[in-house]
């Protein structure tokens, strides 16, 4: 049974002039308890945009269409009174992208931790203080630094405390949009590690990230992202080894790592306002044909005419 089930999600963005930024297109998945989905994908290609109307954070000159159910409440067509009391943190916990922009500036971070967990879990006075040092350790924000105001962190500091903020609800869907942004390594793998073990207790989590090898440490499943559409779902294993991606940009994101052939994907992805009526990637693909002048499904996982079938490897 899925814990989130996304069916059909569009978001576009209505501009000066008439034009239209198509941000998401299309998009569907479902999310099982237990599991970790990572969406990944070059800047730009709307992976933020659908974290951000999943909760409701899109922007007035946003539209959005489909369905996106977190248990009975689809969460696109859900007022603003039951995302603020109902969902957000409660059952869909985020951390954001810019965490400085969604830390309260006036309020120290522990104060913000005490009030999350006083206003979501109902703690008692004389256990907030414990709850929001527990949390704090988990996103490895030091203890010492929790009478801080936002101002005062640096900015893998402010990633740190809004992760704690996060988590320290303990909602069942977990929403991490770039969580491991101004981050060492060692830092990374704290970070994701401890995100998964959140989703081990029966929660899920969606992780958003460019961070290729972060994504391999954590997750179940792999979806890749390219200019407003998914264009391929796969298993984290076979992602990462073998056989490997099957459309040629999510392997061109594999060959791109330094570890791996450290090869560039040729060329820039296209304009949201401009795409073309076929295959949006076929521009930078060494395997485009007339064919890709017509928009290929997703069927069997990848949407491409020419994907890399297990075979072909």
């Known amino acids: 049974m899925s814990l989130l089930s996304v069916r059909h999600m569009s978001v576009r963005f209505l501009m000066p002039g008439g034009r239209r930024v198509a941000a998401v297109t299309d998009v569907s998945f479902d999310l099982a308890p ?11 290609c709307g992976k933020s945009v659908l974290v951000s109307a999943l909760l409701g954070l899109l922007p007035a000159n946003a539209v959005t269409r489909g369905q996106a159910l977190l248990g009975d409440t689809d969460l696109l067509s859900a007022p603003e009174a039951t995302l603020a009391r109902e969902i957000r943190g409660r059952r869909a916990g985020l951390i ?19 009030e999350t967990v006083r206003e979501l879990r109902g703690t008692p006075r004389g256990r907030r203080r414990e709850a929001a040092e ?21 900015g893998g500091l402010a990633q740190r405390a809004a992760t704690a903020l996060a988590l320290v609800g303990d909602p ?3 929403l991490a949009d770039e969580p491991t942004t101004g981050l060492d390594r060692d830092l ?39 200019a407003g559409r998914l264009v391929e779902f796969a298993d984290a294993a076979a992602f990462f080894g073998a ?28 304009e949201l306002d401009a795409l073309p009526d076929g295959c949006a990637f076929a521009p930078r693909c060494g395997r485009a044909t007339a064919a890709c002048a017509t928009l290929p499904p997703l069927a069997d996982g990848v949407a491409c005419h020419h994907a890399t079938e297990p075979a072909d490897v």
């Open 96 to 114: 954001p992208q810019s965490p400085a922009n969604h830390l309260t500036p006036v309020r120290t971070v522990r104060s913000q931790l005490e």
């Open 243 to 270: 056989p490997g991606p099957r459309h040629p940009y999510a392997r061109g994101l594999l060959d791109a790592l330094p570890e791996r052939s450290f090869t560039p994907i040729p060329g820039m992805p296209p």
């Open 188 to 226: 990374v793998d704290h970070t994701v590690d401890e995100l998964r073990r959140h989703v081990g207790e029966g929660r899920a989590l969606l992780l958003i990230t460019h961070d290729l090898a972060a994504a391999e440490r954590v997750a179940d499943r792999v979806a890749v992202m390219y």
């Open 34 to 44: 237990g599991e970790c989905l990572a969406l990944v994908g070059e800047s730009g």
């Open 134 to 154: 527990a949390a704090a350790r988990r996103a490895a924000f030091p203890v010492s630094h929790l009478d801080r105001y936002p101002h005062e962190l640096s």
């Open 172 to 174: 069942p869907l977990l």
